[in-house]
């Protein structure tokens, strides 16, 4: 760009934004990006990076037309907004006037504008402002110095979109800050706890001139570490993702960002069918099943619940809703129906669905779904397999196309580790089929697949399109929650899980106490569901383990509810070597029960 030398040091990183372009029936492809028509045409977010002597970035992250100028904002960490308008820009040092600036000659009926254009006014403007008496005192060399890690591929941000935000605080950007060099540097505040590929956590220590063991586990304030069957406790990375600046759902980033959780969600269930279709909608994971019955059955249809436990109740009682008869397969309680009661039922009727709850959480019952799957389509091909995966999809073991499953729903708020209010669905390109042949209307509007489909698809080809808002912030922090659970092999999470799900089930019975799920077969690797001492109820104990920092939840099933409570076990409670939470756990339920009279087995 031509800058003076008296400019030596400065650096434009570069130039990224988004030309929005103006959506109307002519250009859309479809009805539903025709829906987009006016978003953002005066407003156009981009990214300018300028770093300044002393090692500040400055980004430029705005700008808008009033009148026959522009404003434009910029910002850097630790430091107020600056915004201001283009004729604020007088002569600079390179001999321009405020006249000269192309400015002057945008096109106000485009949003299109040449981004470059931008960089060196905004030079001038934090040139002026911002360069401080010390940095003259500086040789060129040290000021790169100071500049240069603002310049490594590997950057101190994490970065979530194409507008990259700043989700911890860096190092002091002080004049007397130690350069980088290939020993160790040493910043007191600040320790490195765990990194993934795509995502660096830290942990923050207080100074201290004593070494320390002693490692603080979150920037979080300080809780009770919550160990129900979900929600769960959430890693620092994901709750800062939460904290997003508001954004449009329509906006090139944040179509981006949703089109990338679709293609990830491909990946955590195991599908690489392109036939499969991925659903996220605001909402919590009962509305999977308003979504399963009212656009996969139509009224009167037969449906056959497989019962494990108090969910499986609901899942009736939403198909009945919808006007579908479902009739339940029921265990006694703690146990799943066998294979070959489930054969009989199928060959008794034809049934359109099958539903089969993976982890019941209620009881803590896992159903073995890779054999029952191979059942059903052996003895009734066209029934639709769904199965209810909200405590398990993140914990356990499914295999989406290798089990040949039609329809898996989810929540975020569980073992995927992302605050509630996420309705996750991966329907098959069989289940998709069913639904565009179906005779009737879908029976809902919110969770109607005919306005939903055409929605995640050109969300999933970054394309911007609209039926009904979703929720920004939750996107971005699943795009975070699934980013760090697929930085590893999922049969290594899976594994851990299970090591560790038999550690608690060794200890509760080490403690001389029984599981509602008796048999290891039926018992899930996410959660552990456990009888009390004879003669104690929930309230007896849980306020015991609150004050020893752990929340478990209490019964669900209505018939046993006052006799056991449950313990979740799942996502970074398990997956984060540094936390300390089972162990913890498993001191406070035993310490917990002899303050309240139980004798522990010796």
Known sequence: MGFPSAWFGWV???????????????????????????????VLLLELLVVVPGGRVWRMHGWRELGSGVEIWCRAEG???????????????????????????LPHSSPYVTLAALAPHLVRLLHRRLITPPLAKLAPKDRLILISRHLTTTSHVPLNTPFSIERDSSPSDDLDWSPITKDKRSV???????SFSTVEETSLQKESPEPSNTVKMSSQPPHPTLLIPGPIEFDDEVLQSMSHYSQSHVSAPFVNTFGEVLSMLRKLFLTENPASQPFVISGSGTLGWDMVAANLVEPGDDVLVLHTGYFADSFADCFSTYGINATQLKAPI????????????????????????????????????????SLIHRVSPETLIVVDGVCSVGCEELRFDDW????????????????????????????????????????????SWKNWLPIMQNYEAKKPSYFATPSPQLIHALHTSLTQILSKPLEDRFKIHKETSEKIKKAVTDLGLKQLASKPENQANGMTAIYLPEGMTPPDVLPTLMKKGVVFAGGLHKEIAAKY???????????????????????ALKEGLQEVGYKVPT
């Open 188 to 194: 007191p505040t600040q320790q490195q706890t765990r």
């Open 334 to 373: 703690g146990d799943r129906p066998q294979q070959d009661e489930v054969e009989k039922a199928l060959k008794e009727k034809a049934y359109k669905m099958i539903t089969i709850t993976h982890t019941d959480t209620s009881t803590g019952v896992l159903s073995e779904i890779k054999s029952l799957s």
């Open 565 to 587: 409570v449950r313990f979740g076990h799942m996502g970074v409670s398990v997956t984060d070597p540094k936390r300390d939470d089972i162990d913890k756990a498993l001191k």
């Open 404 to 447: 040949d499953l039609d329809c898996v729903i989810t929540a975020s708020q569980k073992a995927i580790g992302c605050p509630a209010g996420l309705s996750i669905v991966m329907a098959s390109g069989r289940a998709i089929e069913r639904f565009k042949a179906r005779k009737s209307p879908p029976g809902s509007y919110f969770g």
């Open 12 to 42: 434009v990183t570069g130039v990224r934004g988004y030309d929005c372009a103006v959506w109307d029936e002519e250009v859309a492809e479809d009805e539903h990006e025709a829906g987009c028509h006016g978003y953002y045409v005066d």
């Open 79 to 105: 430091q107020s907004e600056i915004r201001t308008r283009w004729d604020d820009l007088d002569t600079g040092e390179d001999g321009r006037t405020d006249s000269d600036t192309p400015f002057t000659h």
